[in-house]
């Protein structure tokens, strides 16, 4: 079992729906939660981070950790085609290792 | 544009042979990480460099190798290749060592034949 797990997707949504991306792990050990954004064939893109657990928000994103439930999440509202993309959470211990999720390939059609 | 850069953008060799990959991190970063981003396993730790020194140490196979320059550049080494190697390997940096603001360059597509 590996120690981020993501669904793989892909997830389609129309224009302007809310979308839900999810990660659980399995490392309590896990400090830092992020999210990045890969367009095909470029390099992850980080979209938001938190620290320990609880929500940020940054614009149509948010970010929610639940470190008793090993779950973290990732919201955007109002999506649109440009959102298509991978999202890969990544967790680290002490910041600088970070372990990835496989990532959820998303699709938001017009 | 994330300011890392990477060559190659694209290598092909074949099994057996050895390449190397550089990395040029973002102006003032000192700390260069090495990820590898494969279909089946990925994207996966490899090395981190910090100041040039190795920091912290991943998956990382015994016939790869990695060093960091005194330019702060870096380059990863891989030898006798494997048909397995093949991915994309990517370079980031940071400022500092302990930091999850991770800055990614465009990735090295490497295939083995």
């Known amino acids: 079992q590996k120690e981020v797990e993501q669904d793989p997707g892909p997830l389609s949504v129309p224009e302007g729906a809310i979308v839900s991306l999810n990660c659980t792990y399995s490392?309590?050990?896990?400090?830092?939660f992020m999210w990045y954004r890969q367009y095909s064939r470029k390099g992850p893109e980080l979209l938001m981070y938190t620290y320990s657990s609880g929500n940020k928000e940054d614009g149509r994103f948010t970010a929610q950790v639940d470190k008793s439930s090993k779950y973290i999440s990732l919201f955007i509202r109002d999506s649109q085609p440009s959102d298509s993309a991978t999202y890969l959470c990544?967790?680290?211990?002490?910041?600088?290792?970070?372990?990835f999720g496989g990532g959820t390939r998303l699709m938001v059609k017009p | 544009d994330s300011g890392v850069t990477q060559t190659p953008k694209h290598l092909i060799t074949a099994t057996g042979q050895r390449v190397t990959l550089r990395c040029s991190p973002r102006?003032?970063?000192?700390?260069v990480y090495w990820y590898q981003q494969s279909l089946d396993q990925g994207l996966q730790f490899l090395i981190q460099y910090y100041n040039g020194e190795e920091r912290a140490k991943g998956n990382i196979l015994e016939r790869f190798s990695a060093q960091q320059f005194p330019d702060l550049h870096s380059e990863l080494n891989l030898s006798s290749l494997e048909l397995g190697d093949s991915a994309l390997y990517f370079c980031?940096?940071?400022?500092?060592?302990?930091?999850?603001?991770?800055?990614f360059g465009p990735g090295t597509r490497l295939t083995v034949l």
């Open positions: 990544a967790m680290s211990e002490a910041g600088n290792m970070l372990t």
């Open positions: 490392n309590s050990a896990f400090q830092y």
């Open positions: 102006s003032g970063d000192l700390s």
């Open positions: 980031a940096s940071s400022v500092v060592s302990e930091t999850y603001t991770q800055y």
